[in-house]
């Protein structure tokens, strides 16, 4: 099993920063890939970046050149740096972990984003 906390969500302005961040924890943590998921307002969750082992990293083309995806393999935790944010980058953000070997995925609870304009 893995648990997954997330953080950094909240209140921004148009054109503002965020970080997110979400630290694993588990047994068997050898991890594949890490990376978040947005799903606004009645719209389904949709891939916003993941990195994988070797630091590979996919982007949206919504997130390519304003956000930055990176992690922290010895404490097994992803980052989203989140720039020159949209209205539209509004939504909640969910962590997603696929384990290495199981190949099963987890989920983080969600943390809220909300760009004003």
């Known amino acids: 099993q893995v648990q997954l906390v997330e953080s950094g969500g909240g209140l921004v302005q148009a054109g503002g920063s965020l970080r997110l961040s979400c630290a694993a924890s588990g047994s068997e943590m050898e991890i594949a890939r890490m990376g978040w998921y947005r799903q606004a307002p009645g719209k389904q969750r949709e891939l916003v970046a993941h990195?994988?082992?070797?630091?590979?990293?996919t982007y949206a083309d919504s997130a390519k050149d304003r956000f930055i995806i990176s992690r922290d393999s010895a404490r097994n935790t992803v980052y989203l740096q989140m720039n020159s944010l949209k209205v539209e980058d509004t939504g909640v953000y969910y962590c997603?972990?696929?384990?290495?070997?199981?190949?099963?995925?987890?989920w983080g609870q969600g943390t809220q984003v909300i760009v004003s304009s």
């Open positions: 990195i994988a082992r070797r630091d590979i990293t």
């Open positions: 997603n972990v696929l384990r290495r070997w199981f190949n099963d995925e987890y």
